[in-house]
Structures are given as C-alpha cells and as structure tokens.
C-alpha cells in the first residue's frame, strides 16, 4: 500500500511569490491534516480536511490556504512568501477524522530567499 | 487554548542509559494521546494512549498516560544510537503537538 505522498519535496522560492504543495494521502484515508515544522517550533498544525471540508485551522494568517479535493488529494497555498515560511511543511492522513494515529508523508522543504 | 508541553527540549545520553521523556497536556474534548518519533523527515508512529494507567509496550520502549494529571511519560530503556530522533507527542483530536524532545545517543 503506498504511503503519503507529498509533492514537490524540495524548493526554493522569493520573497513575495507563491508556492503551492501537494498531498496525495494513502488509499481510502478521507483526512488530511497539514503542518508546519520549524526548528525549535515542533509541529504547527496548519489545517485539517475530511471529505473536502476544512474541519480545523491552526493559528496561521489568511497567506496560508488549502483544499481538499473528491479524491482526498489536498493542496495548500501560501501567497506572499515571507522569510519565515521556510520550513517543512508535513502532510498526514488518516482513515477518518478524530481516530488515532496519523501517517505522515516526507514532507516539502520550502526556503524562502 | 489548547497545549501539549514536552520536556526536556533535549537530551543527550550514552548508549545503555534509560530516558524518560515528558509530555503534558490541556486540551478539550481529549481522546487520545500519542507519541510519534521522527528520525529524518516523515514522524512514525509509537504509541496511543487513551486509558489511564495502562502501559503500552514495544521493546525497550513503553508509556503510560495519567489522566488526571494530565501527563504521558515515554521511557526508553538501554538506549542505541538508533534510538536518537525528535520524539513528538500529540493529544488527539486537537491535533496539537508539543515542540518535542531531541534525543541525541552517543555510542
């Protein structure tokens, strides 16, 4: 059974642009969660999505945005790149919403120049 | 607001030492907590806890979550240098994490 994927897994963008990420989770996983990870910072959660509604928002300004698609393949959006944003963003799914154990994928590191 | 806190931040142990690793909590509506271990890049998953006082057990590792003090321990014993990763602990449903502990294990 493969596992998370996440999509592009390494890039590097200006201050000001855009950058989206793509999250393909495991087959027949309806849940997919989004975090932010910086050292010293652990894991921020971002946003959660089951059946293309957005459940949950952590504290990110309104820059950061996602979507969720029939499939359950997920998108997110940060617009406006500040320096910051560097990190890597973690994407993890799970069969339903509220359960247990959440399957993470590599991840994307994005370094904001 | 809720918050799961991890202590210590870091820990560097020699090989064959036993560590303990903190993890407290104050969310609403709680389920569950879990511990996670992230070695490079993709956290895997150790353990879920939802009854107090019951211990989990993989090996060398095992956990215990007390409900009414709010706190989970993980506990590591006779460290390897495989074991030196970020251990992250999570309180489900609000899919809060703590900031994690670095376990650094020197041969």
């Known amino acids: 059974k493969a596992g998370v994927t996440q999509t592009p897994r390494y890039l590097i963008k200006t201050r000001g642009q855009q950058v989206t990420l793509s999250c393909s989770p495991i087959?027949?996983?309806?849940?997919v969660s989004w975090y932010q990870q910086t050292p010293g910072q652990g894991l921020q959660f971002l946003f959660e999505y089951f059946s293309e509604t957005q459940r949950n928002k952590g504290n990110f300004p309104g820059r950061f945005s996602g979507r969720q698609f029939s499939n359950s393949r997920s998108e997110m959006n940060v617009s406006t790149l500040e320096l910051g944003d560097s990190a890597l963003y973690l994407c993890a799914s799970s069969p339903t919403t509220n359960t247990g154990e959440l399957f993470f994928g590599e991840g994307s590191r994005l370094t904001v120049l | 607001e809720d918050k799961v806190v991890q202590s210590p931040l870091s820990l560097v142990v020699h090989e064959g030492d036993t560590v303990t690793l903190n993890c407290s909590y104050e969310v609403t509506n709680f389920r569950s907590l879990l511990w996670y271990k992230q070695e490079k890049k993709a956290p895997t998953f150790l353990f879920m806890l939802t009854s107090s006082g019951i211990e989990k057990k993989s090996g060398r590792l095992s956990s215990i979550l007390d409900k009414k003090e709010l706190f989970s321990i993980l506990n590591i014993t006779a460290t390897q240098t495989g074991d030196s990763a970020i251990y992250l602990c999570q309180a489900g449903t609000a899919l809060i994490f703590g900031k994690g502990t670095t376990l650094s294990v020197s041969s």
């Open positions: 087959s027949g996983h309806r849940s």
